[in-house]
């Protein structure tokens, strides 16, 4: 098993430049989730899907979409790219939490830098 | 709101001695608390979790926490440091908003641990 997969690893855009990060599980994972990591900050969530075909906001989604039209797959969005978005960014995955066993450790993925001039 | 504090931003401790990183929580009720390690360039892994029951848990790589209600704390130890321990690590407690319905973290800002020979 391959786990949670990111592509691309690295990107530079420039401001106002699109792009598409793609996020791959092969876990079955229901749940899926974007992070954004800065330094000092830790990972703020950015978007999550509890499904496909559903998605929600997380703390920071200004600027970014996602989709989830394949189980497997959670694709985030950027559509004009800013300087502020410059980050490194970690695709997670879970199953939904168990009744008596509580919350689910989440897989990530590797990460991608997006480095936004 | 639930939050996570990490106190410490860097932490150096010579090879071969113990370690100790600091997490505290903000949450009324018995929490669901997680660490986490990153490695350089890499995607973050789950050392250990505490649901409830025993409060001190062992984890991977030779780790343990112990759960102290009293404090809200998490503390991460581990008795003799490898120099492969140097990484970032990540504190997190899962948000209870929703019931945990949704299996969301909120991560703490890491503490990066360096390792002296």
């Known amino acids: 098993n391959a786990g949670v997969t990111q592509t691309p690893k690295f990107r530079v855009l420039k401001t106002g430049q699109s792009m598409t990060l793609l996020c791959a599980q092969d876990?079955?994972?229901?749940?899926m989730y974007w992070y954004r990591q800065d330094p000092g900050m830790g990972l703020r969530l950015i978007h999550y899907s509890v499904g496909e075909g559903t998605t929600a906001k997380g703390e920071v989604p200004d600027g970014y979409n996602v989709s989830r039209l394949k189980k497997q797959n959670f694709l985030l969005g950027l559509e004009s790219a800013a300087p502020s978005q410059t980050s490194v960014y970690f695709c997670?995955?879970?199953?939904?939490?168990?009744?008596?066993?509580?919350?689910?450790?989440?897989?990530f993925g590797p990460g991608t830098r997006l480095t936004v001039l | 709101a639930q939050s996570v504090t990490q106190p410490d931003i860097h932490i150096t401790v010579s090879e071969g001695a113990s370690l100790e990183l600091r997490c505290n929580y903000s949450?009324?009720?018995?929490?669901?608390l997680f660490w986490y390690v990153q490695s350089p360039g890499q995607g973050l892994q789950l050392l250990l979790k505490y649901f409830s029951g025993d409060t001190l848990v062992q984890g991977i790589k030779g780790f343990e926490a112990e759960f102290k209600r009293s404090q809200s704390s998490f503390n991460l130890r581990k008795p003799s440091v490898h120099w492969s321990d140097a990484a970032e690590y990540f504190c997190?407690?899962?948000?209870?908003?929703?019931?945990?319905?949704?299996?969301?973290?909120?991560f703490g800002t890491g503490t990066l641990l360096a390792v002296q020979p």
């Open positions: 997670a995955s879970t199953t939904p939490p168990r009744l008596a066993g509580g919350l689910n450790e989440q897989f």
């Open positions: 997190a407690v899962g948000a209870m908003g929703d019931g945990g319905a949704t299996n969301k973290l909120i």
């Open positions: 876990m079955n994972h229901e749940y």
């Open positions: 949450y009324g009720a018995t929490p669901y």
